[in-house]
C-alpha cells in the first residue's frame, strides 16, 4: 500500500472543494460524476467509487497509479480508465472532471454526433482561444458500460480528429479537463453556459 504524500492531500482538498462547487450547481445528482487530479509522481487522486459529490471528505478520495490500479484498497469508479487515457493523451493535464449536468444530457439529446460552439466571446475561458471568432466541436459518443471500449473509441476520435476540449457522453454527463483543478473548473462552466445557449437557440429555432 502506498503511502499518501502532502501532495495527495492538498489535491483531495481541491477535488473535495470543487464537488461542493459543481454540487451547488445541481450538476452532480445522488452520486453521480467523478474527480481527479494528477500528481507529481504519476499517480492520481480519484474520488472512491459511490461517494456524494457535495459531502466528500478526505476519505472519499483514493490514490490510482497511472493505469488506473488502486493503490490503497479502495473502490475507484468504473469510469477510472476515461480519466487515465486523457492524462496519458495530453501530459501537461493535471485535473479530470465529469458531471453529469441536466446540459450536457439535454444536448446530447438534440444534437447527434457533436456539438458546434462558435463565436463566443466565452470560449476565451478555454486554453488556447484568444477571440470570439473561434470554433470548436464537442462530440457526443454513445454511451456504453464497457468502460475500455468507450475509451478506445474516444481514443480513435482524438486519432482522427484531433486535441478537444471535452466530449459528452450521451445521456450521462460530459468530460473535461485542465492544467489544474480550477483551470478544468472554469473550462466545465463555460462549456456549460454555451451548453445552455445552444440549447435554447435550438429550441427557438424549432418555434
Known amino acids: 500500500?502506498?503511502?499518501?504524500?502532502?501532495?495527495?492531500?492538498?489535491?483531495?482538498?481541491?477535488l473535495i472543494a470543487a464537488g461542493r462547487f459543481i454540487d451547488s450547481k445541481g450538476w452532480v445528482p445522488a452520486t453521480s460524476g467523478n474527480f481527479s487530479a494528477r500528481l507529481a509522481d504519476g499517480n492520481i487522486a480519484i474520488t472512491v467509487s459511490g461517494r456524494h459529490k457535495g459531502r466528500l471528505q478526505t476519505d472519499d478520495i483514493?490514490?490510482?497509479?497511472?493505469?488506473?490500479?488502486s493503490l490503497d484498497g479502495k473502490?475507484?469508479?468504473?469510469?477510472?480508465?476515461?480519466?487515465?487515457?486523457?492524462?496519458?493523451?495530453?501530459?501537461?493535464?493535471?485535473?479530470?472532471?465529469?458531471?453529469?449536468?441536466v446540459n450536457a444530457t439535454l444536448t446530447a439529446r438534440l444534437f447527434q454526433n457533436e456539438i458546434v460552439l462558435e463565436d463566443?466571446?466565452?470560449l476565451k475561458a478555454l486554453p488556447g482561444i484568444d477571440t470570439h471568432e473561434s470554433r470548436i466541436v464537442?462530440?457526443?459518443?454513445?454511451?456504453?458500460?464497457?468502460?475500455?471500449?468507450?475509451a478506445a473509441e474516444v481514443e480513435h476520435y482524438l486519432d482522427t480528429h484531433g486535441d478537444i476540449h471535452g466530449y459528452i457522453i450521451a445521456g450521462h454527463g460530459?468530460?473535461?479537463?485542465?492544467a489544474s483543478v480550477d483551470d478544468a473548473l472554469r473550462h466545465l462552466?463555460?462549456?456549460e453556459f454555451l451548453f445552455d445557449i445552444e440549447i435554447r437557440l435550438h429550441g427557438v429555432k424549432r418555434l
Open 62 to 69: 483514493m490514490l490510482i497509479d497511472p493505469q488506473g490500479h
Open 138 to 150: 464537442v462530440p457526443i459518443f454513445a454511451n456504453d458500460q464497457d468502460i475500455p471500449r468507450l
Open 174 to 178: 460530459f468530460y473535461t479537463w485542465g
Open 75 to 101: 473502490k475507484p469508479s468504473a469510469e477510472t480508465l476515461l480519466h487515465t487515457s486523457i492524462y496519458r493523451r495530453y501530459p501537461d493535464v493535471q485535473a479530470v472532471l465529469h458531471p453529469h449536468s
Open 120 to 122: 463566443y466571446e466565452l
Open 1 to 14: 500500500m502506498t503511502l499518501k504524500s502532502d501532495e495527495f492531500y492538498l489535491k483531495a482538498e481541491q
Open 189 to 191: 462552466e463555460a462549456l
